[in-house]
């Protein structure tokens, strides 16, 4: 039997952007705090202008931990809250938490060990949707079903392996550094983003489903269509500054718009024939939903059909109105050179 080793993990940064995060903060930090991990931590809070008590409860959870800081984020943006964060930290490994995720006891200790495992630049697992009312319950199964967000592994699961993207990510540090961070003009698909540099320059970006972070859903149809149409529409913008780096699954969504819009106003004007492309989509998204209502009560998996539709339709609509002037801003722009704290 091998003894077990005396080297100390390496320490690790937690880095969280927060912005009217009042409900989940507590316990996404408690859930950090309380890691079954050897080596040094520290957590450090980009605060965001919020007007709930968001403020408030991190001031609390720096006074009674050590390990917990905060450093303010003027503008908001999830992108500069990170690279504020970054440039705070001192450890050699960082780990994107959001306010609203939960880390499951061992990540931390299980990612450090992937990534020494595997060589990766970052890696990463699946985003587990758990709802706490009959609506979040749709929306969870909805964000984890093959129908609603197609073969993404970090949705669905799947097996180990090397991938475009992960869900938040668990970096080396000088990957980051070394990509000058999150780039600021991607208000949303940051991450993608800088995954996609990531592996351009030759890095790794490794999936695996030993990791998990639940994930508390939007919490209405309207704050679900305002995500979805930001992912759309953000995500036309990557595919704008990155050439090559759109597949079938990202235009799935803006062509079932397109159908049916066509289909209405063909049904409309000409035949009612028109009708059965839009009717054909409500009828796929209701089988497609039982599936993966399976095991909820029944008010929830009646509102599978209207998140499944939320989300194909606001991120379709997302990104085929995403103005072109979005791109030629980040275009425009220029990373972050430095992001050490020295």
């Not at 705070?88 to 931390?108: E, K, W």
Request: glycine share 10%; with cysteine; net charge neutral.
């Amino acid at each position: 039997m091998s003894e077990k080793s005396d080297v100390q993990p390496p320490a690790v940064s937690v880095i969280m952007p927060v912005l009217d995060e009042e409900r989940h903060l507590r316990g996404a930090v408690q859930a950090i705090l309380a890691q079954q991990y050897d080596g040094e931590m520290e957590v450090v809070i980009a605060i965001g202008p919020s007007t709930d008590r968001t403020d408030e409860i991190a001031a609390e959870l720096v006074r009674e931990d050590p390990r917990v800081h905060t450093v303010p984020n003027p503008t908001g943006r999830t992108p500069a809250a990170l690279n504020a964060a970054i440039k705070a930290s001192r450890h050699p490994v960082v780990v994107r938490v959001d306010g609203h995720g939960m880390l499951s006891p061992n990540y931390i200790a299980t990612a450090v060990r992937l990534l020494e495992e595997t060589g990766a630049q970052n890696v990463g697992g699946i985003m587990h949707a758990e709802g706490e009312n009959d609506w979040e319950h749709a929306v969870a199964a909805a964000m984890t079903s093959k129908i609603g967000v197609g073969n993404a592994a970090f949705h669905t699961g799947g097996e180990a392996g090397p991938a475009e993207t992960v869900y938040l990510g668990v970096f080396r540090r000088e990957a980051l550094e070394r990509q000058g961070g999150y780039n600021e003009e991607f208000i949303r698909a940051q991450d993608w983003e800088l995954n996609f540099r990531i592996r351009e320059a030759g890095g790794l970006i490794w999936f695996s489903p030993e990791l998990r972070v639940s994930y508390r859903p939007r919490p209405s149809v309207k704050a679900l269509a305002k995500q979805y149409k930001n992912y759309g529409r953000w995500r036309h913008v990557v595919a704008r500054y990155h050439e090559g780096s759109i597949n079938l699954r990202y235009l799935a969504p803006p062509t079932a718009v397109c159908a049916i819009a066509a289909g209405v106003v063909v049904g409309a004007a000409l035949t009612p024939w028109g009708f059965l492309i839009p009717g054909g989509y409500l009828a796929a998204i209701a089988l497609g939903s039982l599936p993966a209502g399976k095991g909820l009560p029944l008010k929830a998996r009646l509102q599978i059909p209207v998140a499944l539709a939320t989300m194909h339709m606001s991120w379709g609509f997302g990104f085929l109105t995403s103005p072109k002037a979005l791109a030629k801003k980040v275009i425009a722009s220029r990373r972050p050179a430095v992001l050490s704290a020295d």
